[in-house]
């Protein structure tokens, strides 16, 4: 008999319920994530003795390859959880150069232990066959009649008579075989030869019947994974690796762009195929036969992304003029590939299929706003057998804004729902070349990281692959299925503080911490408040200009990453938030009370405040029809601002005049309407290296703040009105800025940059 665990453990203030996966504190739930709550399970549980650090790992993410940083981290993560302050070992005591023990009192819980009976499961299998034979005596008459059949029909050899058969099979024993004396020997034989090979052929198609279970479950796809590092620059942004395995293609970040490289998996041979250039390298993937690489360009200052072919062994890149998508999905022949095309003025888009040299393009499906297949990343794959492609649709409805993998039928273009599961952030999309299911780069959940799932086709549950602190952003496999390539990224972002203009040595750091550290906002008082995932959500944080009193502000905020403003009077903060499952924007006041949602749109992002204290300025539309609207501050109606496409606003420190981002002629432009009537006043070229939304106005409003970067290099410059060439106002020679605040008296600069380690990984089936 055994006792099963108990359901609760109690220690010092505090309580894990395992069975609703809980822990209580001070009578109060603390967030933890899974990883940090498996970790303090298996403590207590062997806190009668030291447990190494590579037996914690090998117990926590068992069958997967993770760093040892990531114990570290955990560890942290409860000591912060349990309230223990620095320097302080109430409950979780490090051994130097032998790993960690629980040494607080602990105490089992409110459940009784339930008792059960030992469940013992052997691979063999245990029959029992009974067989019953009645003999009449009368003169001249014989008659054997079968009166019971306990598990299968089996007679054996023995003596005549009533006779019992018992098989059972015990692990490293025979068959044991008991049988009864039957008196009619002659009359007994034949049938027990039939029942005994009957039973025999039984006992084997059991046998085969479990074996072919246990080869099936242990054939599950990726269930165990081996991790190993291709690259080691830390600055790779995509990957992609020839059907047979042994070659991969990656793209470099470098100084003066983005490279393209070749490898021989398993050696240090590098060769570049492509020198830098000044343009984000967005699809890569070899045909199906490995002898070209397909990759895309988006240079800066264009509006359309640019398809290249190139040969596997290098040479001249040859352009395909006739494909007006971001990335391309090959069938499995080779012969034809697959792709999103977008027609923003129709608010449609459309999944086409063509031939490998872009002829004979063929509409299969269309989606129209706000329902759309998704353009913006490798999320298009073809299945193996050629009839199916998976592809990604988002949803911007009114209750929920998420994605989903739908099939299109390519010769009818039906559709039908893959995964029942809604998906965030969607990276990456591949087929297994089995047909057994789809690999996944995606986050399952809001505010989420990126991990690698598997998905099984035709049906059943997601599965995640991956489980640790980086994120994974692509997906590529090889030929026989067996292994894929990803790009392994971790980052830590910093927010620095320096004078506007000021030499980049001249900036200081006031803030490290792995997750994303914008957007961020300066108050008029000079402290500094922003987006920050520390508590293992999405809220928002303040602090003083020196990163003291530092104070949470928001809670389940789920605050997204697309903008945040605060009123010129420093009374109000308004943001977008996912809390009703889509972004809309909400507000609350300077010390995080009195949360009200302004907005309820498929899509509301990037807000930007009015000096007046009484108007917000967004965004609304994020993949097409992007349109400017306005929404009083103290709630109410929202109104349309613009009629044509414009995303990324930013209102004049006088309130007079809007900036936003638009396309026309296939160029970038800054334009300028009007506040009171939306009338366009100015139009201007946007400097080439422009990335990313965080556009603000000088002091004096005589110029546009934007972020340019160059390869892995990101800073603020400054575009004059008047037609002057743009300059840089800061200098910093390395990581990429992900967003800045200007003070209100302008004379300080806040930034958020990222240092960012991200490489070529190959993840195998570890069978």
């Not at 117990?59 to 993560?77: G, K, M, P, Y």
């Not at 021989?264 to 020198?275: D, E, F, I, K, Y």
């Amino acid at each position: 008999m055994k006792e099963l665990a108990t359901n609760t453990y109690t220690f010092a203030e505090c309580e894990l319920d395992l069975t609703r996966r809980l822990l209580l504190r001070a009578q109060r739930s603390v967030p933890l994530n899974a990883k940090a709550f498996d970790l303090l399970v298996v403590l207590i549980e062997n806190r009668e003795r030291v447990i190494a650090k590579e037996e914690l790992m090998e117990l926590v993410w068992r069958d997967q390859f993770v760093e040892e940083a990531n114990l570290a981290v955990q560890i942290s993560t409860l000591r912060k959880a349990l309230g223990e302050k620095k320097g302080e070992h109430r409950y979780i005591v490090t051994v130097p150069g032998r790993g960690y023990r629980f040494v607080a009192e602990v105490q089992n819980g409110r459940a009784k232990p339930d008792i059960v009976p030992d469940i013992v499961i052997e691979t063999h299998t245990t029959s029992h066959v009974l067989m019953e034979e009645e003999v009449l005596t009368e003169p001249e008459t014989k008659s054997v009649i079968d009166t019971d059949w306990a598990a299968a029909r089996a007679i054996g050899s023995g003596e005549s008579g009533l006779a019992a058969y018992n098989f059972d099979v015990r692990p490293n024993q025979a068959a044991v075989v008991d049988i009864a004396p039957f008196r009619n020997e002659a009359a007994r034989r034949p049938r027990l030869r039939y029942a005994l090979a009957v039973a025999s052929l039984m006992c084997l198609g059991l046998a085969f019947g479990i074996y072919y279970l246990n080869v099936t479950k242990s054939a599950e796809p990726f269930e165990k994974i081996k991790l190993t590092r291709l690259t080691n620059t830390g600055k790779v942004s995509g990957v992609a690796v020839s059907p047979d395995g042994k070659y991969i293609a990656y793209v470099l970040g470098e100084s003066e762009g983005n490279s393209l490289w070749m490898q021989q998996v398993g050696t240090a041979n590098n060769v570049r195929l492509l020198p830098p250039v000044k343009a984000q390298v967005w699809d890569l993937t070899f045909t199906p036969d490995g002898s070209h690489i397909f990759y895309s360009l988006f240079a800066y200052g264009n509006a359309n992304v640019e398809f290249f072919r190139i040969s596997s062994l290098g040479g001249i890149s040859e352009t395909l003029p006739n494909i007006k998508a971001s990335f391309i999905a090959f069938a499995p022949d080779g012969k034809r590939i697959a792709y999103v095309q977008s027609d923003s003025p129709a608010g449609q888009n459309y999944l086409v299929i063509a031939d490998a040299d872009s002829t004979n393009q063929q509409t299969i499906a269309r989606k129209t706003q706000p329902n759309t297949f998704e353009s913006n990343a490798p999320v298009v794959a073809w299945s193996p057998d050629a009839e199916t492609i998976a592809c990604l649709v988002n949803h911007f409805e009114a209750e929920a804004s998420y994605s989903s993998i739908v099939g299109i039928n390519i010769r009818d273009g039906s559709e039908k729902l893959l995964s029942e599961q809604r998906w965030y952030d969607v990276f990456g999309i591949e087929w297994l070349k089995n047909g057994s299911g789809l690999l996944i780069s995606a986050s399952d959940k809001l505010s989420g990281g990126n991990q690698i799932h598997f998905l099984p086709y035709p049906k059943g549950a997601a599965r995640q692959i991956t489980n640790d602190l980086n994120q994974y952003d692509s997906l590529n496999t090889t030929a026989d299925g067996e292994s894929f390539v990803s790009i392994e990224t971790n980052t830590v972002n910093g927010i620095y503080i320096g004078e506007a203009g000021a030499d980049a040595n001249d900036f200081a750091e006031i803030l490290s911490e792995t997750g994303s550290l914008h957007p961020l906002v300066w108050t008029p008082d000079g402290k500094i408040i922003y987006r920050s995932n520390k508590d293992g959500g999405a809220n928002l944080w303040t602090m003083d200009a020196d990163g003291g009193n530092r104070r949470q502000l928001t809670a389940n905020a789920q605050v997204d990453a697309r903008g945040l403003c605060i009123s010129p009077d420093g009374k109000f903060l308004v943001f977008g938030s996912w809390r009703n499952g889509k972004s809309n924007l909400w507000r609350i006041t300077a010390d995080g009370g009195n949360l009200t949602q302004l907005t309820n749109g498929e899509v509301d992002v990037y807000p930007s405040c009015a000096p007046d204290n009484r108007t917000i300025v967004y965004q609304k539309g994020l993949l097409t029809r992007q349109m400017l609207w306005t929404v009083p501050l103290a709630g109410g109606e929202s109104v349309q601002l613009t009629e044509f496409n414009a995303k990324w606003c930013a209102v004049s420190n006088d309130g007079s005049r809007i900036s936003y981002f638009f396309i026309a002629d296939d160029k970038w432009r800054f334009g300028i309407i009007s506040s009171a009537d939306g009338s366009i006043l100015q139009r201007l070229e946007v400097p080439t290296t422009l990335n990313g939304p965080s556009t603000h106005w000088s002091p004096d409003d005589q110029s546009l703040l934007f972020v340019s970067t160059v390869g892995n290099r990101g800073n603020v410059w400054s575009l004059p009105l008047n037609g002057s060439p743009a300059k840089p106002i800061t200098n910093f020679a390395s990581q990429l800025l992900s967003g800045f605040s200007l003070s209100a008296d302008g004379k300080h600069l806040a930034v958020s940059r990222a240092s960012t380690t991200s490489d070529a990984v190959l993840i195998s089936n570890a069978r």
